[in-house]
């Protein structure tokens, strides 16, 4: 009888002890991947902290087609192109910023919408200078289609 009582206290301990185990992994595995599962805060970025609390926010890194920051005016249809000069849209649906220079780090001037029309004068590598309302900038080539000539 001493021997059937020790087996079922072995077989009693070891259920307990692989229930405990398995039970901890699936509570530590819930809480990591939960964590996981939750979006992250929206970024706040340095041109936005500068913004009065009247201004609408920027939407920069953003993939939002509607707003921008200003007014992006497209050319108007009687204004005459540089030589060499076309006329293109933009074909990024997130919308794209005009650079001071044609590196992804120089500073942003303007912000301009998806099929916005534009006026590219030059291209350098893969950045196109372009021409949208006053403001000459520069983007990356491959977010832009070539309008045909009218």
Partial sequence: MKGLS?????????I?????????????????FNRFAANPEKPLFPEEQSQPKDDKP??????????????????SPTEELPPGAYKAKVIWNGGLNVRTEPDRDSDSLATINYND??????????????????????????????????
Avoid at 58 to 75: D, L, N, R, V, W
Avoid at 134 to 144: A, C, D, I, P, Q
């Fill in 58 to 75: 920027s939407p920069t890194g953003t993939a939002s087609p509607q707003a921008s920051p200003q007014p992006s005016p497209s050319p």
């Fill in 117 to 150: 029309e534009v006026v590219v004068l030059a291209t350098e590598g893969e950045w196109s200078k372009l021409r949208v309302g006053g403001t000459e900038g520069w983007v990356r080539s491959g977010n832009l289609e070539k309008l045909a000539s009218p």
């Fill in 16 to 32: 307990l002890g692989v229930t405990l185990f398995v039970g901890g992994i699936s509570l530590a595995g819930y809480l990591i």
């Fill in 6 to 14: 020790g087996l079922l206290q072995f077989f009693i301990g070891f």
